[in-house]
């Protein structure tokens, strides 16, 4: 049987597919490429401007849009790229590198070199960001003094909605990516890389903010991997490397007397490797209205790790402004769950807590740490809580 001469599309469907193409090509709106405004891939000329021109454009959009960085190496001072925009989704795709200044005295007193401020729908895919801070690390370990304090690579203030994935910063100043007063932030697939001696490098900052999920990223840093501020809520944090650093630590909290307290904290699936800290919870020795409450650790593996378990409530930096002083952070409902490995020092739990307002509810469930291939120990200070399961070092409640 011969195949029947195929029918005519009607008319009005084909208005209607042209109309839905023309429609679907203007919701995707346009893409803003940094070398279309004067941007220069030599790692040489400042191309600031041209960055912050291309996002004037996909600001003012009314579309879904994107700023677009393609490879080759851009150098950038300090930058702002302010919200009021008129979409609520501009994708920054990065396939090149962006680049601090070599002499960190021009961005060292900025604050922060590269700040998304105000911004609603931003999304960082890919990259790579040098801020070029080994110069200052010098400064800073030198003792000298008259080192400026360092910028912040990334930083995102009282922003919503934002998305970063395939990311890498490089020996940022001080802190690499930092989430000040932002809501519902994703972060996957994100690399930091510093030397374990650069001071104040943390990896990932996280205060005043809530919902934000950090997953499948690896931290090699001088500092803390993650470190989480004041006001931090509903936070997750799985499947991460961190090492070298300072570990996964919730503080310092309560150097002031009146501060937001920290709650529903959730770090699981984390490999520690040679660190300073596992998961620790840091305060000040001194009045404060803060809490801790609400928290997990889960499935944690420490190699190596000089504190593995760690709560520190008598924080004192050089014994300046508060010897003799207890904490004012109430710190409790904690969960230590399934944490193995080795711990470089022979105590490997330590709760040292708030004399005047103790640790309550510490659960430690399925902990085995280890000293040399031999038990470790545990110490308990102004601590109250209960062991399950199998726990080595023996619980010290």
């Known amino acids: 049987m011969a195949n029947p001469t195929p029918k005519p599309i009607p008319t009005f469907i084909l208005h209607l597919i042209l109309c839905c193409c023309f429609c679907s090509s203007l919701v995707m709106g346009a893409t803003y490429n940094v070398v279309s405004f004067g941007a220069k891939s030599d790692g040489k000329t400042d191309s ?4 912050l021109n291309a996002w004037a454009k996909a600001c003012a959009s009314t579309n879904p849009s994107s700023v677009y960085v393609p490879q080759g190496r851009f150098l950038l001072r300090s930058a702002t790229f302010g919200g009021q925009c008129h979409n609520k989704a501009i994708t920054f795709t990065i396939d090149g590198t962006l680049m601090a200044p070599s002499d960190y ?11 998304f401020q105000s911004v609603n729908g931003v999304s960082i895919r890919g990259g790579v960001l040098d801020g070029q801070g080994t110069a200052l ?12 304090i360092g910028a912040t690579t990334l930083a995102f203030t009282n922003s919503n909605n934002i998305a970063i994935s395939g990311l890498t910063s490089l020996n940022s100043q001080m802190f690499h990516i930092v989430l000040n007063g932002c809501q519902n932030v994703k972060m996957q697939g994100v690399k930091v890389i510093a030397d374990g001696n650069s001071p104040n490098t943390d990896g990932i900052h996280v205060q ?3 919902y934000v999920t950090i997953l499948n990223s690896k931290i090699r840093t001088g500092d803390d991997c993650i470190s989480i501020g004041p006001g931090t809520t509903n936070l997750w944090i ?6 070298p650093g300072h570990g996964i ?8 007397s009146r501060e937001a307290g920290v709650q529903n904290v959730t770090v699981k699936t ?3 490797t040679g660190t300073q800290n596992g998961v620790r919870i840091k305060t000040w020795g001194r009045p404060s209205d803060g809490f801790v409450r609400n928290v997990l650790f889960q499935d944690a593996i420490m190699v190596n790790v000089e504190n593995p378990v760690i709560i520190d409530q008598n924080y004192c930096p050089d014994n300046k402004g508060c010897p003799g002083q207890a904490s004012g952070v109430k710190v409790s409902d904690v969960t230590y769950q399934d944490i193995h490995g080795t711990s470089a020092t022979q105590v490997a739990v330590k709760f040292d807590c708030s004399s005047k307002y103790p640790c309550s ?6 902990v085995k740490l280890t000293y040399k291939n031999q038990r470790a120990l545990s110490s308990c200070n102004h601590a109250d809580g209960a062991a399950l399961g199998s726990v080595q070092p023996e619980s010290c409640f």
């Open 48 to 51: 600031t401007t041209a960055f």
């Open 208 to 210: 005043m903010s809530s």
């Open 105 to 115: 005295r021009v961005i060292g007193n900025a604050g922060n070199w590269l700040h």
């Open 238 to 243: 799985e499947n991460i490397a961190c090492g």
């Open 361 to 366: 509810r510490i659960r430690l469930e399925d």
């Open 270 to 272: 984390v490999t520690f």
């Open 249 to 256: 630590s919730i503080g310092s909290l309560g150097k002031v």
């Open 137 to 148: 690390w010098s400064c800073k370990n030198s003792g000298k003094g008259n080192c400026p």
